[in-house]
T-cell receptor, first 112, second 118 residues
Framework: AQSVTQPDIHITVSEGASLELRCNYS??????LFWYVQSPGQGLQLLLK??????LVQGIKGFEAEFKRSQSSFNLRKPSVHWSDAAEYFC??????????FGTGTRLKVLA | GAVVSQHPSRVICKSGTSVKIECRSL??????MFWYRQFPKQSLMLMAT?????????EQGVEKDKFLINHASLTLSTLTVTSAHPEDSSFYIC??????????????FGPGTRLTVL
């Protein structure tokens, strides 16, 4: 069955520290992979996506993610976190049957 | 580019009334739009897939007579919550696939609508 797992429900980092959010997926074929960010009370904003090619993808706001087929992972990273990065982050896999499958999300808290 | 709007952003209604939520793709055409529901501190739950000019496809467990979806044009889909009850209170988010970028299969999300049923 297709699924997305985000093992960390909450993560707290200090401003300026590096960040890595984990995402593991189960999928029958090479997936399309996405990371979205949601600020409180807001919709989802696309950070980055992977379809094919270079397994290290760059996104907006200084984020990057690396697709590792052998580990079925697509972890999101940022070298230096800013206070404005505090939000909920969702990993998603698609299109499969046309639908996205979302992970349960990771809530990021940034300490000043 | 790829902007999706929703209206209203927030609505409060009395139990038993119906509420309509609009989802528009502002700068692209979308043959397919999706409606999600999100409970507090939880992930998005896909409710239905809306296809322009045809009936929506509902996910298992979603009452199609309660959540009416209309996708009358390439830029507009509406979700009507009929005879709303307090348990329908939630955050509803729509997304749209860009017709011209179908090969990339990226969904663009609206800002969401907070529905509160009293």
């Amino acid at each position: 069955a297709q699924s997305v797992t985000q093992p960390d429900i909450h993560i707290t980092v200090s401003e300026g520290a590096s960040l890595e959010l984990r995402c593991n997926y189960s999928y029958g074929a090479t997936p399309y992979l996405f990371w979205y960010v949601q600020s409180p009370g807001q919709g989802l904003q696309l950070l980055l996506k992977y379809f094919s090619g270079d397994t290290l993808v760059q996104g907006i706001k200084g984020f990057e993610a690396e697709f590792k087929r052998s580990q079925s992972s697509f972890n999101l990273r940022k070298p230096s976190v800013h206070w404005s990065d505090a939000a909920e982050y969702f990993c998603a896999v698609g299109p499969g049957t046309y639908k996205y499958i979302f992970g349960t999300g990771t809530r990021l808290k940034v300490l000043a | 580019g790829a902007v999706v709007s929703q209206h209203p952003s927030r609505v409060i209604c009395k139990s038993g009334t119906s509420v309509k939520i609009e989802c528009r793709s502002l700068d692209f055409q979308a043959t397919t739009m999706f409606w999600y529901r999100q409970f507090p501190k939880q992930s998005l739950m896909l409710m239905a897939t809306s296809n322009e000019g045809s009936k929506a496809t509902y996910e298992q467990g979603v009452e199609k007579d309660k959540f009416l979806i209309n996708h009358a044009s390439l830029t507009l889909s509406t979700l009507t919550v009929t005879s709303a009850h307090p348990e329908d209170s939630s955050f509803y988010i729509c997304s749209a696939r860009d017709l011209d970028r179908a090969s990339t299969d990226t969904q663009y999300f609206g800002p969401g609508t907070r529905l509160t049923v009293l």
